[in-house]
């Protein structure tokens, strides 16, 4: 079982930042590949970016590419979401999830998620 616990949500005006974190707990950190999704009201969940589990490789929604970048601390046992010039369309509620794969990850099979972070944008 792998806990986590996603923080750092919040209300931000168009063009600010935030950085969401999730942290890990239970089984060891760095033999998962780690997810974040978000899911805006009335929409289905949607892939956000994933990392590998060294952090040598990422992947990114092409709606984000160039404005988040996901990072994570394997000695802090923790996933990282720098989110950089907001839009309102990027509100939503963020989970990150964790996998033994990045195809797992991607589709939002992950059997491990977190309960999520309410990001607001305003315009």
């Known amino acids: 079982q792998v806990q986590l616990v996603e923080s750092g949500g919040g209300l931000v005006q168009a063009g600010g930042s935030l950085k969401l974190s999730c942290a890990a707990s239970g089984r060891t950190f760095s033999n998962y590949v780690m997810g974040w999704f978000r899911q805006a009201p009335g929409k289905e969940r949607a892939f956000v970016a994933a990392?590998?589990?060294?952090?040598?490789?990422?992947i990114y929604a092409d709606s984000v590419k160039g404005r988040f970048t996901i990072s994570r601390d394997n000695a802090k046992n923790t996933v990282y979401l720098q989110m950089n010039s907001l839009k309102p369309e990027d509100t939503a509620v963020y989970s990150c999830?964790?996998?033994?794969?990045?195809?797992?990850?991607?589709?939002?099979?992950?059997?491990?998620w977190g309960q999520g972070t309410q990001v607001t944008v305003s315009s």
């Open positions: 999830a964790a996998a033994n794969s990045i195809a797992v990850v991607t589709s939002g099979s992950s059997n491990y």
């Open positions: 990392i590998n589990r060294s952090g040598g490789s990422t």
